[in-house]
């Protein structure tokens, strides 16, 4: 059994603020190394739940955040970004597991809250319905008929995921206490709530559908500058500010004529 861990790094247990993830910023090795201990206490559940290949994607900015030389040594590792695909090596998983996660733009009191870019990006809609990246990227693996059966962050997050997903198995790590803030649980329990929900969810990965969506999909973006809407043939103006994209019969098609 294959399992895919996509790994941002807001999501992360021990990380309250921008200056652990921004590779600039004062507590970005400290939060590189909280960042491959979640991932190390994931690997370790998806092992003993029965995984037999575990793939890790590191996921956030230019996606070489994890201490490679650190990683549970039966994971393998995506490192890098420029890949065609949202989740290169996915084909043959039997769950996804969107790790270190955080909740969609403008989310009150969200850890870290944002949608793809803090700096460019207001809103983001699916068929009307406002989403953020957990919505976009479990729905993308949808596609691939491949279902996100836990996801990890704060408090905000896993609300988000429950509401949109409800089948996926959350797993709170801290509370948001604003975009810049977060009550934490300690280190080690933390690691132990991330291991326990992982083998939580990869036992219950039979019944967890992947979640469904109405094709054709329109995926819609506000950006928060005008002037900033890409001129190109795949995408639709909507106004100054926003503009559309259609998927015929995937939402990762959608995505690419938005974002790639
Ligand atoms: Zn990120």
Redesign the pocket.
Known sequence: MKIYILA???GVSGISGSSF?LADGANYQLGRKLLTQDINACVKGCFKAGATEVIVCDA??TGSNILWEELDPRAELIQGNGYRARFPEIAGSAGLILLGY?AMAGTFEGLLEHSYSSREIQNIWINGKKVGEFGIDALIAADKGIPTIMTSGDDKLCEEAALFHPEVITCQVKKGLGCQAARMLSAIKAHELIEKKTVEAIKKIKTIKPPKTKFPVTLRVEKIERGTVPNRDSVKLVDGRTYEAVGRASVEDAFKKLFC
Request: charged letters at 30%.
């Open positions: 941002d790094m807001e993830v956030h900015c955080h």
